[in-house]
T-cell receptor, first 114, second 114 residues
Framework: NAGVTQTPKFQVLKTGQSMTLQCAQD?????MSWYRQDPGMGLRLIHY???????DQGEVPNGYNVSRSTTEDFPLRLLSAAPSQTSVYFC?????????????FGEGSWLTVV | KQEVTQIPAALSVPEGENLVLNCSFT??????LQWFRQDPGKGLTSLLL?????REQTSGRLNASLDKSSGRSTLYIAASQPGDSATYLC?????????????FGRGTQLTVWP
């Protein structure tokens, strides 16, 4: 059971480039989300999905795009990378939105935009 | 908007001490509160989840309490060990919002030395 898998773990981008952070879970979880973690700040929600074909914006969605074509995968796309998007990105999943379900996090993707 | 604050930001103690980490939140209309552990370069691991109707939860040497009316939670770690060294994060889910949407504090970085 791999849990939540994120790739790549490290990435350096030039300003203006686009890229996709991959997230996959093998637990048949309905709910998936992306957070970013910046130094001295708590994690902030970027986008989330409550099931295949359904996505919505979180607290800091600008500059990011998501889709959920399958239950397993929830990729995060950076459309035109900016230095302000330098951060650590975490994907998370849980069985449903219902309170009380354990939420599982991936190990993070370190992104630097130069 | 929900604001979550954790005090202290960092804590360094000798092995064997009992210690308390504090978390406060501004909006008491929460659904639940969770404590997470984050090791360097790793994702988050859920430690304890307290529903809004509960007062405390225990797991091994960890005990978390919740006082919703005052907007406070504490994580008590008994007989601390060097293996407890990590960053501890507190997160709440608001009533009326997407249940999987977490609001995080900035964390308490704990170092337990032998």
């Amino acid at each position: 059971n791999a849990g939540v898998t994120q790739t790549p773990k490290f990435q350096v981008l030039k300003t203006g480039q686009s890229m996709t952070l991959q997230c996959a879970q093998d637990m048949n979880h309905e709910y998936m989300s992306w957070y970013r973690q910046d130094p001295g700040m708590g994690l902030r929600l970027i986008h989330y999905s409550v099931g295949a074909g359904i996505t919505d914006q979180g607290e800091v969605p600008n500059g990011y795009n998501v889709s959920r074509s399958t239950t397993e995968d929830f990729p995060l796309r950076l459309l035109s990378a900016a230095p302000s998007q330098t951060s650590v990105y975490f994907c998370a999943s849980s069985y449903s939105e219902t309170a009380g379900n354990t939420i599982y996090f991936g190990e993070g993707s370190w992104l630097t935009v130069v | 908007k929900q604001e979550v604050t954790q005090i202290p930001a960092a804590l360094s103690v000798p092995e064997g001490e009992n210690l308390v980490l504090n978390c406060s939140f501004t909006d008491s209309a929460i659904y639940n509160l969770q404590w997470f552990r984050q090791d360097p370069g790793k994702g988050l691991t859920s430690l304890l989840l307290i529903q809004s109707s509960q007062r405390e939860q225990t797991s091994g040497r960890l005990n978390a309490s919740l006082d919703k009316s005052s907007g406070r939670s504490t994580l008590y770690i008994a007989a601390s060990q060097p293996g407890d060294s990590a960053t501890y994060l507190c997160a709440v889910t608001n009533r009326g919002s997407t249940l999987g949407r977490l609001y995080f504090g900035r964390g308490t970085q704990l170092t337990v030395w032998p």
